[in-house]
């Protein structure tokens, strides 16, 4: 087992550090002193040293991040604390209290942990998808669930337990798919399934192999990642692939992942109309 990232005095001492010790590996820099009674190695990564800094941990969608899960990005570090707790700090300064000043983009989560055995330096995966599902707009947290479930990181009592609780919550349920490989593929779903479209996610092609949407049974939409066409090679794979569409008739659009993410509104209107000129 791995040693914990952050870690309080007592639990320096049980490793075999004396007071002593402790003082004197933060004045050599082998030891960094996140706030009181909080400790890391140097080379900690920013959003939990931040986050421990406020006085909590990462919570919402900064913990997907650290858990490996599609998550939104964020200015700053999304923090849990716990509900009585009264000593926020600034994320970059110890001993500066915390204020709508200098906050640097964190946002604050309050709400008990349903599962408070698995917080850590970040609260557990279940934790985290629910507080999404609370602070994000509703694709980004589906998509965020779909993620972990295309990761086999959930079980069916977990989502029993993501999604208990008020009908806003429960409504979402039926929306997730853990078919879908990546967040833009969820979002852009999500937005197809608004717009009263039919399609087909993950669709094999003879000739052509897998495609992320096969749209009303003629128009093939591909979400492409941020990473997509980061090589000639694979741009070429791809321009290889829309021409065996076109060879069946079947046109491709492929839409950017920023303009996915930003305004997916505007893809929608894309296909709407391609599917008009092909009726």
């Not at 007592?10 to 002193?33: E, F, Q, Y």
């Not at 992942?257 to 008009?276: E, F, H, K, Q």
Request: proline share 7%; net charge positive; aromatic share 4%.
């Amino acid at each position: 087992m791995s040693e914990p990232r952050v870690l309080s005095r007592a639990d320096l001492i049980a490793l075999g550090l004396s007071p002593r010790a402790i003082t004197a590996s933060v004045r050599a820099g082998t030891l960094i002193r996140i706030r009181r009674d909080r400790y890391a190695r140097p080379g900690i990564d920013t959003p939990t040293l931040r986050a421990v800094r406020v006085g909590g941990r990462l919570a919402c969608i900064s913990a997907l991040r650290d858990w490996g899960v599609f998550a939104a990005e964020a200015p700053g570090p999304h923090v849990h604390l716990p509900h009585n707790h009264s000593r926020e700090r600034s994320p970059r300064h110890p001993r500066v209290r915390l204020t709508a000043a200098n906050r640097d983009g964190v946002k604050l989560h309050w709400r008990p942990l349903l599962r408070p055995g698995d917080a850590t330096h970040r609260v557990g995966l279940v934790d985290a998808l629910r507080q999404a599902l609370l602070c994000q707009p509703a694709p980004l947290a589906i998509a965020s669930i779909d993620s972990a479930l295309f990761r086999r990181m959930l079980h069916p009592e977990d989502m029993d337990v993501l999604f208990a609780g008020p009908a806003a919550v429960r409504a979402l349920r039926p929306l997730v798919d853990g078919r879908s490989e990546s967040g833009q593929e969820s979002v852009l779903r999500c937005a197809f399934d608004s717009a009263g479209l039919s399609f087909e996610i993950q669709v094999s092609i003879a000739g052509v192999g897998r495609v992320d949407f096969l749209v009303e049974g003629r128009l093939v939409v591909e979400a492409d990642s941020r990473l997509a066409h980061s090589s000639w090679e694979q741009e070429l794979r791809d321009r290889d692939r829309d021409l065996a569409l076109a060879r069946l008739g079947i046109p491709t659009l492929r839409p950017h992942y920023r303009v996915i993410m930003s305004d997916p509104t505007s893809v929608v209107a894309a296909v709407v109309a391609v599917l008009a000129r092909l009726r």
